[in-house]
């Protein structure tokens, strides 16, 4: 299938097994007049082949293709960002140094891991090499220093982490098991957070780094001490992005808040409090989406509902002004 990550991996393939010493010059015309009589899809890679080779764009290509795909390998993924990373720092080839858009993309890729304490703790190891490595580049200015993604990378800019990075690490612990991950998933987001008022521009928190710390806490199991700290962090993270310069609530932001307390909250008139505060406030705003009712179904009193929703009782008959703004 044309932009499969199977097609893609092939054509990479057909690429790391050309001949190192071929010559793109060398009987080109005689190559294209033999290929006329062979099969079109043939003739098309037989053409490529000779012209191109691997290089960083490429990989991010093919990393791009698995990180889309319903199960990536992450194996894959780590073996292609070895292999990059060997080839830059010892074998010096800069056209295949790996570059933030490298590295973002196998942490997206770590992210839907099964193996996910793994995932996560690797997830983290990755974006402490890139912090280090702009860092270090923002002092000294200049030079390549380092061993992968265990080492430091000195003058390195290209790998500079931005918030799509550190999103996709947050998303990491968001996915994992540990009961502390609401802790790590905020201690990300502070992160973040000190590398943009450091001068990291790219690095500027958005809307779906905070969701995804709300998730984090909404999805935190384990004893009551972990439930409460992540019932904490998601209070202190909601109310951050509301009172926001630059951001903006969405419904994901609602919907997740409201999953926070159906999820950590006993059932009790003080959950009703505040869930019932909570979507008011999203209404007003018209951010009413499926994902806010359903969320407001299970972390509501039957009472609270019939309340809350005026006499409708179809979600699909809810007024217009309700979700004006999705």
């Known amino acids: 299938e044309k932009g499969s990550p ?3 991996e092939d054509i990479v393939t057909s690429l790391e097994q050309r001949p190192s010493n071929s010559n793109p010059n060398n009987n080109n015309s005689n190559n294209i007049n033999n290929n006329n009589n ?13 012209l191109i080779q691997p290089d960083t764009t490429i990989y991010n290509a093919l990393l791009n293709c698995w990180a889309k795909d319903g199960a990536p390998s992450t194996r ?10 060997q080839s830059y720092h010892i074998d010096g080839n800069q056209s295949l140094k790996p570059n933030v858009v490298t590295y973002t ?11 996910r304490k793994f995932a996560a703790d690797r997830a983290l190891e990755i974006l402490t090499s890139m912090e280090l490595g702009y860092d270090n580049g923002s002092r000294s ?23 799509y990075t550190y999103t996709a690490v947050i998303n990491c612990f968001a996915r994992s098991r540990e ?9 990300v987001m502070r992160r973040m957070e000190e590398q943009f008022r450091s001068g990291n521009e790219g690095a500027r928190p958005n809307a779906i780094a905070y969701n995804n710390v709300l998730n984090a806490c909404a999805y935190t199991s384990g004893d009551a001490k972990s439930i409460e700290t992540a019932f ?9 992005i509301r009172s926001s310069d630059y951001l903006r609530p969405t419904h994901v932001t609602y919907g997740t808040y409201l999953g926070v307390c159906g999820n950590l909250m006993p059932e009790s008139e003080a959950r009703d409090d505040l869930v019932g505060a909570v979507f008011k406030r999203c209404v007003r705003e018209g951010l009413c989406s499926d994902m806010v009712l359903d969320n407001l179904w ?26 004006r703004n999705l």
């Open 6 to 8: 199977r097609r893609i």
């Open 38 to 50: 062979s099969n079109p899809q043939s003739d098309s890679n037989s053409i490529l082949i000779p």
């Open 76 to 85: 894959k993924a780590e073996s292609v960002l070895q292999h990059m990373e």
């Open 105 to 115: 993309t196998v942490i997206d890729i770590l992210s839907k891991s099964r193996r």
């Open 141 to 163: 200015g200049g030079g390549r220093n380092g061993g992968g993604t265990g080492g430091t990378t000195t003058g390195d800019h290209t790998v500079r982490p931005n918030v």
């Open 179 to 187: 009961p502390d991950k609401a802790v790590k998933a905020i201690t």
């Open 232 to 240: 904490k962090i998601a209070c202190v993270v909601f109310d951050e």
């Open 298 to 323: 299970a972390a509501s009193s039957e009472t609270l509902r019939d309340d809350l929703m005026e006499g409708v009782e179809d979600q699909a008959k809810v007024p217009k002004n309700w979700y």
